[in-house]
């Protein structure tokens, strides 16, 4: 006879806030759809427990221009596609991204600083071109970042569009321009439980609406602390199913970034030979740093390759059984 | 509606005010200027005014005790008239005392029942039969028949450059002396007594017999000057260490201290050492000459010192390297220093003195904790209590005179006005109170000094308690302590060294400059609070008690000669508790060396306390750090820690 085992069964307290991105033409927007993250009341695919209520979501990003330090690997992919932010959403759309995350660099292709008419414009022609929802990242330069997302937010006004990134030094512009024109915003802090809360809290004081804050917690690529990114996020997930308000903002992280910086994914030549081949390497390491974020509960994370999208997504599948 | 009669007293004519009229307002009305520094809200409790006839309702009584409100007290921003009465408004001064948050230091006083027997310095008068052919007994001999038949101790030592005085001394007045006697001392309790000093000539009894009881804190030294034989304390002087200029924390002294230099060096440990040895010295040596100064005394004429000090400003003072503090396993080269002569250490007090060092308990918690948890009572308490030493190395101990556990965390001297652009050392001309009113953003200060509206030079530590927490409550800074440059006042600004607000434009400060306060001076301020609260976080964990659970709140320290315990559970620096559970103790390190300068038992009471306390090492666990950067915030990260502080927030 087999032995008899129970499964034992945590029940949690808390929960994670559930936050839809996007609005549709009947929300008061131009989406095509909407994507809904969050909600969970258990730890990430523990489905015996407590049915996931939202499957973790995979994001792509595009800059507002050909980006010139991004791998050649990225920017041969991408081809023609990466030259126009509009063409470089259809694109990403096409490759299967479930939502759009559009950089904007610090400067345009001329080389001076971004202005606030580029960002505008390019923000609309992502919108125009797909109906995927968007969230729109700032350079992350304090000033800078006020003056191109305020007058996005302004245009763009009833989109449920992400802005980010709020960070302690500079979220009060961020948030009071969210609020006013109905976007959501994206929370950044450096690996650490506390001071990911600290900001929540600070975000909150400003009385935007915990169903508008998605954080990023930030990581580090395989190799480059994802345990300890990966630690940080567990423990912001726990305290969350524990009912702390402050840590219950579904989680989002840059992946994708951070695996692109990493010298494995980054350089093709003059590296050991039993490295293998480039570019499967690069993919592995979007992929793999991406699916390990998963597990520790990310809700939404953002990749460059679509392959590595691809195989993320083919991951959740499996997770999700 | 009903009108009502209101009589001022004092105010020549009563006034006459509809229903719903607030005091203030009636008062206004009556030509009466109530002070209100927190706008009228009902924060700071400064418009006190005491109903005699009739009554008022009272919207909040926050800062009013039911006594107070017994005795008629009410706040005038928050009193609402509904029938006729008779107000008086105290003196502003009366107000003060009244307040239930203010804790001023409590007041030295001489143990009760002082005996100068029960310290170890003995003047002893005698007058010799000189010698003769028939008596030819040397004089060294006969100094002590005289000594042993007046005091009954069998026998003395002495130095050798004193007995080379005492033969012109004996015949300088007739054989007429007075002999100076050590009679033990903590690592010879029942040893040889010696002659410290001898001199010619009766010294009448009532002459002072002076010691000093000396502080040697990171950044401030506090000295004071006791007449042994009253046990009254008779001047008391402070100054920052001059060690400031070679770092403000103890690590950064010790790698000074490290310093080679090319040329043959006296003392052990290197180039920087002395001079660090040299510059607490000096400050030292300055402090007593001032507070000789004060009460006409030679400073030679000192014959005691105890030094009260953390494990590394004793090693520096002694020239003992002090690197090992640094380096793990954190050990010292001495925490129970024998007696020393003061020629040796280098005081310029008699070069006999004897200069006793308290013992500490390790490296991170030195004497000054050992002398604090003396002068606190702490180790015979029967309650619970949490004892803290807020100075620039926060050193934290709970317990009772069962146990006791202590922990030190490296707070920074922000807290003594060091390391804080405009700060300053509590003494005249610094602002130790502050209210911001949260309508204007306007400040209202007082500012320490006797003379009726001196102007401010800086702000104490107290006062920056105080203008944290109203920075905070008022939103002119955020929970992690950012600026909001969109507040419609010209106080908040962006100024060289980042965001700034003004408590003080140049034209009303002694110094005409701006008195600022900077957005690195509150990282500074935020640093050595959250230090200090993780300690005690980390230290009741690992007891395993909730902090709560504290009967009282002991603390001590060197910022102000008061604490607003309000404010300071405001920022987060002391846990949220009762106000009545807290006492201030003003400088109890000074206090404890005091008290061992005084009595041989106090002292032996030191060693034993040193001996009980457990060390828990903050640098080997892992969770200081996180409790932290959770305390890294305003009040704490977690507000459910600080409900007081929730409600007052909810309110402004």
Redesign the interface.
């Known amino acids: 006879m087999p032995p008899q085992v129970e499964i034992p069964k945590d029940s949690w307290s808390g929960s994670v806030t559930t936050v839809t991105l996007g609005a549709t033409a009947a929300e008061g927007g131009t989406r095509s759809h909407t994507v809904t993250v969050g909600g969970h009341k258990s730890l990430p695919f523990m489905h015996f427990e407590q049915k996931m209520s939202h499957r973790p979501v995979v994001a792509l990003e595009i800059k507002d221009h050909r980006p010139e330090d991004w791998s050649p690997l990225l920017l041969e992919l991408w081809g023609q596609a990466a030259n126009d932010p509009a063409s470089w959403a259809k694109a990403a759309e096409q490759a299967g991204a479930e939502l759009l995350v559009l950089s904007l660099s610090q400067t345009g292709s001329d080389g001076n600083p971004t202005t606030p008419e580029t960002a505008v414009a390019a923000v609309q022609s992502v919108l125009k071109a797909s109906g995927l929802p968007l969230l729109v990242f700032a350079p992350g330069q304090a000033e800078l970042d006020n003056t191109l997302l305020v007058p996005v937010a302004e245009a763009t006004r009833g989109e449920r569009l992400v802005l980010g990134i709020c960070e ?2 500079n979220y ?1 512009t961020i948030v009071a321009t969210a609020m006013a024109n109905d976007h959501l915003i994206s929370t950044r802090t450096p690996m ?4 990911a ?3 929540n ?2 975000v909150r ?1 400003m009385g935007i609406p915990t169903d508008r804050i998605l954080m990023d917690p930030t990581t580090g690529a395989l190799g480059y602390g994802i345990e300890y990114g990966y630690s940080v996020m567990e423990r912001l997930r726990l305290a969350a199913l524990q009912g702390d308000g ?1 840590t219950q903002s579904p989680m989002i992280v840059t992946p994708g970034a951070e695996a692109w910086k990493a010298k494995e994914a980054k350089i093709g030549h003059d590296v050991p030979a039993s490295w293998g081949d480039w570019k499967e390497r690069a993919i592995n390491w979007e992929t793999l740093t991406a699916v390990a974020l998963i597990e520790s509960g990310a809700d939404i994370v953002v990749l460059r390759h679509p392959e590595s999208l691809r195989r993320v997504r083919a991951a959740i599948d499996e997770l999700m059984i | 509606m009903a009108e009502h009669i209101i009589t001022f007293a004092g105010a020549p004519v009563p006034v006459h005010v509809a229903t719903g009229t607030l005091v203030s307002e009636a008062a206004q009305l009556a030509g009466i200027d109530l002070q209100q520094p927190c706008g009228g809200q009902g924060r700071c409790g400064r418009c006190a005014v005491q109903v005699t006839a009739g009554d008022v309702r009272r919207r909040s009584t926050l800062r009013l005790s039911p006594d107070d409100v017994a005795a008629g007290y009410a706040l005038a921003c928050q009193s609402v008239i509904e029938g006729d009465v008779s107000i008086t408004i105290p003196p502003q001064a009366g107000i003060e005392r009244r307040l239930t948050t203010d804790r001023t230091a409590i007041e030295v006083t001489v143990p009760l029942g002082y005996s100068a027997a029960a310290q170890p310095m003995r003047r002893v008068t005698l007058t010799l039969s000189p010698p003769d052919t028939q008596d030819q007994t040397d004089d060294w001999s006969r100094l002590q028949t005289a000594l042993r038949q007046q005091t009954g101790i069998g026998a003395f030592g002495i130095s050798l450059p004193l007995l080379r005085r005492i033969g012109p001394i004996l015949r300088a007045q007739n054989w007429a002396v007075t002999a100076l006697i050590e009679t033990d001392t903590w690592d010879r309790p029942t040893g040889a007594a010696r002659i410290v000093d001898l001199w010619p000539g009766i010294i009448p009894d009532a002459a002072p017999l002076w010691g000093i009881a000396v502080d040697i804190g990171t950044t401030t030294v506090s000295l004071w000057l006791v007449d042994l034989l009253t046990g009254v304390v008779r001047a008391q002087v402070a100054e920052y260490n001059g060690q400031i200029s070679r770092g403000e924390d103890v690590i950064s002294r010790i790698i000074y201290s490290t310093k080679k230099s090319p040329l043959p060096n006296p003392l052990p440990g290197g180039e920087g050492a002395l001079e660090l040895r040299d510059l607490v010295l000096k400050t030292i040596n300055t402090l007593l000459v001032t507070a000789c100064k004060r009460v006409m005394a030679d400073p030679a004429s000192v014959v005691k010192a105890t030094v009260a000090g953390n494990s590394t400003m004793i090693h520096l003072l002694l020239g003992i390297p002090c690197e090992s503090i640094r380096l793990t396993p954190f050990v010292t080269t001495v925490n129970q220093t024998p007696v020393l002569p003061a020629a040796m250490v280098g005081l310029n007090i008699h070069p006999e003195a004897s200069v006793d060092c308290l013992p500490g308990v390790a490296s991170y918690v030195g004497a000054d904790i050992s002398a604090g948890v003396l002068s606190s009572g702490l180790d015979d308490a029967e309650a619970v209590t949490l004892f803290m030493d807020v100075g620039t190395n926060g050193e934290i101990v709970l317990g009772n005179r069962e146990w006791l556990v202590t922990c030190a965390c490296s707070a920074g001297p922000a807290f003594e006005g060091a390391g804080v652009q405009h700060g300053m050392r509590a003494t005249e001309g610094a602002i130790e109170e502050i209210w911001i009113n949260s309508d204007t953003y306007e400040p209202t200060y007082r500012v320490i000094g006797s003379a009726p509206g001196a102007r401010a030079r800086g702000v104490c530590g107290s006062g920056l308690i105080a203008l944290l927490a109203e920075l905070f409550l008022t939103g002119i800074i955020d929970r992690s302590g950012h600026f909001n440059l969109k507040l419609p006042t010209t106080r908040v600004r962006q100024g060289e060294h980042g965001d700034e607000y003004v408590i003080v434009w140049a034209a009303e400060s002694q110094t005409g400059s701006d008195i600022v306060i900077t957005r690195v001076d509150i990282d500074n301020l935020l640093r050595a609070k959250a230090a200090i609260y993780a300690g005690f976080s980390v230290l009741a964990e690992k007891v395993g008690m909730p902090l709560e659970m504290a009967e009282q709140v002991l603390i001590g320290g060197s910022f102000g000669k008061y604490i607003n315990v309000e404010k300071a559970v405001e920022i987060g620096l002391l846990p949220d508790m009762p106000w009545d559970r807290f006492k201030f103790l003003g400088n109890t390190a000074a206090r404890g060396a005091y008290l061992a300068l005084l009595d041989r038992a106090a002292r032996a009471r030191i060693t034993d306390i040193a001996s009980r306390m457990t060390y828990i090492e903050l640098t080997a666990d892992n969770s200081f750090y996180d409790e932290f950067i959770s305390a890294l915030f305003l009040p704490h990260t977690d507000l459910s820690r600080f409900p007081t502080v929730q409600a007052a927030l909810k309110k402004v």
Do not use: A, G, P, S
């Open positions: 302690d030094k009060r650490d439980v506390n001071l809360k600290q900001l809290i600070l004081d402050n």
